[in-house]
Nanobody
Framework: QVQLVESGGDLVQAGGSLRLSCAAS????????MAWFRQAPGKDREFVAA????????MYADSVKGRFTISRDNAKYTVYLQMNSVKPEDTAVYYC????????????????WGQGTQVTVSS
């Protein structure tokens, strides 16, 4: 079992920056892939970024490439999402997710989920 706790969500102005954190606990993490998804009101949950815990490989949604960066601190069992040049359309609840082994970009591919953290971008 893996427990995930997100933090860092806030209200930020367009063009600003924000860093989200996801603390993981419960199991060994050497084979975990970690990801961020987001869900805006009235919309489906969508993929944002993913990182292989022990390999550093990453993948991003086209909408955030060049603006968001996913990273991890293995010693702290924590994954981060650095959000730069944020836009009002980035407003959503951001969820941390985990799955075994390979990276993936579908909601159905991920086994473990956090409770989410709200990010609101004002124009």
């Amino acid at each position: 079992q893996v427990q995930l706790v997100e933090s860092g969500g806030d209200l930020v102005q367009a063009g600003g920056s924000l860093r989200l954190s996801c603390a993981a606990s419960g199991r060994t993490f050497s084979n975990l892939a970690m990801a961020w998804f987001r869900q805006a009101p009235g919309k489906d949950r969508e993929f944002v970024a993913a990182i292989r815990w022990n390999g550093g490989n990453t993948m991003y949604a086209d909408s955030v490439k060049g603006r968001f960066t996913i990273s991890r601190d293995n010693a702290k069992y924590t994954v981060y999402l650095q959000m730069n040049s944020v836009k009002p359309e980035d407003t959503a609840v951001y969820y941390c997710a985990a799955r075994w082994l390979v990276l993936a970009d579908k909601v159905s591919d991920y086994t473990y989920w956090g409770q989410g953290t709200q990010v609101t971008v004002s124009s």
